[in-house]
């Protein structure tokens, strides 16, 4: 199995950047020698040191380019990903991203009404390629996020995959995976934009860009009403 491609940085996952290899190197150096225990030390980097934010950029390249995903400390769960994978690329483990639509997605009504659906499409996670097999990671949500929703914070051990929960602390239905859109070793920055086109409609994400483009979204998603599911 050739995995060269999954250790190369790119324009998006730029692995080399100072700041990322540094932040890989500080954060492994806290733990064990072995590429498992290194990649379970950078996903809880990830998880709880990037605030989830869903109202990030997200339609250019440089969205989700891990340097500055790392720089901004937010990021939605496709730019978190996309650290996830700069961050193990950086420290020689084989990684990349992986993709799915899911339902309800610790969702607010807020930003239900926002996207105009329970659907959220191309969710992003990280896959390492970990004591010879590919195993997945998803550092999406940071803990504070989790304890609000009543959602225990997802666990990784290196060994099996980390993937989300059907049902949350109150026994109610939290997370459905509805398709998988496979795995890539590159962000497809305009896959995922034309698949929200697609499910969301063409001028509501177009909208979503302009408000952006003007620094006028103002949302915040730390403060929303949880939905009720």
């Known amino acids: 199995?050739?995995?060269?491609?999954?250790?190369?940085?790119?324009?998006?996952?730029?692995?080399?950047?100072?700041?990322?290899?540094?932040?890989?190197?500080?954060?492994?150096?806290?733990?064990?020698?072995?590429?498992?225990?290194?990649?379970?030390?950078?996903?809880?980097?990830?998880?709880?040191?990037?605030?989830?934010?869903p109202y990030v950029p997200f339609y250019l390249n440089k969205h989700y380019r891990a340097s500055r995903v790392l720089k901004q400390k937010r990021g939605y769960c496709v730019t978190k990903a996309s650290l996830l994978c700069a961050l193990g690329r950086s420290l020689e483990i084989p990684s990349r991203v992986?993709?799915?639509?899911?339902?309800?997605?610790?969702?607010?009504?807020?930003?239900?009404?926002?996207?105009?659906s329970d659907l959220f499409v191309y969710h992003g996670y990280t896959e390492f390629f970990l004591e010879n097999k590919w195993v997945k990671a998803t550092p999406a949500f940071n803990q504070e996020l989790c304890r609000r929703h009543r959602v225990a914070p997802l666990e990784f051990n290196g060994r099996e995959d980390s993937v989300f929960q059907a049902y949350n602390q109150d026994k109610r239905k939290f997370m459905e995976y509805v398709a998988d859109h496979g795995t890539y070793a590159d962000i497809p920055v305009d896959t995922i934009v034309s698949a929200w086109e697609a499910a969301y409609g063409c001028e509501r994400v177009?909208?979503?860009?302009?408000?952006?483009?003007?620094?006028?979204?103002?949302?915040?998603?730390?403060?929303?009403?949880?939905?009720?599911?």
Do not use: C
């Open 1 to 53: 199995m050739d995995l060269s491609v999954y250790l190369q940085p790119t324009e998006i996952i730029d692995s080399r950047h100072p700041r990322v290899s540094t932040f890989a190197q500080t954060v492994s150096a806290k733990t064990g020698s072995s590429p498992t225990e290194k990649a379970i030390a950078i996903y809880y980097a990830v998880r709880d040191g990037i605030r989830y934010d």
């Open 98 to 116: 992986g993709f799915a639509t899911v339902r309800n997605h610790l969702a607010t009504r807020e930003l239900l009404d926002y996207i105009g």
């Open 206 to 229: 177009q909208g979503w860009i302009r408000q952006m483009e003007a620094n006028t979204n103002g949302r915040n998603f730390d403060s929303e009403t949880i939905a009720s599911t």
